[in-house]
């Protein structure tokens, strides 16, 4: 019995079911109990003298790059409708076939820096691509996310907020060390309009002080 690791959408060969075809190009395929796939054929030795691994589940990027492509392209990931559903694809240089696309994302990427780091899209709403990841933390990877569904301001970390009677926009940004910090303008202070302006101009500042000390807020940041 074959576990099927990788299931791409590509045309396959005539007379070989999707599911083999895509994971044979790849390398992907494995027996169930065996150890892992051994790139011991010719075509695999490129790949295996940059992997540095005779099997290439065995390399410590393979299956982060491997629930990259299941998230991407197999509607059965339970993240499935957060990427392929919405368009995110693996741009074909992780594709290659017989061990290249993980020697490629290797050679790109190069190793994760800690065990707390994972891969990072910049532009979120963009593909998994060599200009387009990153690794980070989950504090960096925290101030590059879009914009909330329930946001009303319009603008990423300005929240309106009223309680008995109170109203006030309050600018919400996280310290370098994750630390979540906060500053509220009052309606009935300053008005509606300004109170919202004030948050957004505070906390752009505030954000733009801890890039400058690498906090590593990008340019999509809420958008």
């Known amino acids: 019995m074959i576990r099927w690791v990788f299931i791409l959408k590509f045309t396959p060969s005539k007379g070989i079911s999707s599911r083999v075809y895509h994971a044979k190009r790849l390398g992907m395929i494995?027996?169930?109990?065996?150890k892992g796939f051994k790139m011991k054929e010719l075509k695999y030795?490129?790949?295996?003298?940059?992997?540095?691994v005779d099997y290439?589940?065995?390399h410590p990027l393979y299956y982060i790059l491997r629930s990259m492509v299941q998230r991407c392209y197999s509607p059965k990931c339970k993240t499935y409708e957060f990427y392929g559903a919405k368009g995110i694809s693996v741009c074909e240089r992780w594709l290659e076939p017989?061990?290249?696309?993980?020697a490629n994302f290797y050679l790109d990427m190069g190793?994760?820096?800690s065990e707390k780091h994972s891969?990072?899209?910049i532009d979120f709403k963009g593909d998994y691509s060599p200009e387009n990841c990153r690794w980070a933390t989950p504090e960096t990877q925290s101030r590059n996310k879009g914009m909330h569904k329930n946001n009303t301001s319009g603008y990423v970390g300005v929240r309106y907020c009223e309680t008995n009677g109170h109203a006030r926009w309050r600018a919400v940004w996280q310290e370098i060390d994750g630390t979540p910090?906060?500053?509220t303008f009052s309606v009935n202070k300053y008005g509606y309009d300004q109170a919202l302006k004030l948050a957004i101009e505070y906390r752009d500042l505030m954000i733009k002080e801890l890039n400058?000390?690498?906090a590593g807020y990008t340019e999509h940041h809420g958008k």
């Open 30 to 34: 494995r027996p169930k109990f065996d």
């Open 181 to 183: 910090k906060r500053k």
């Open 212 to 214: 400058e000390q690498g």
């Open 98 to 102: 017989y061990g290249m696309g993980l």
């Open 45 to 52: 030795a490129k790949a295996r003298q940059i992997l540095g």
């Open 119 to 121: 891969l990072d899209r």
């Open 56 to 58: 290439i589940h065995k």
């Open 111 to 113: 190793l994760r820096p």
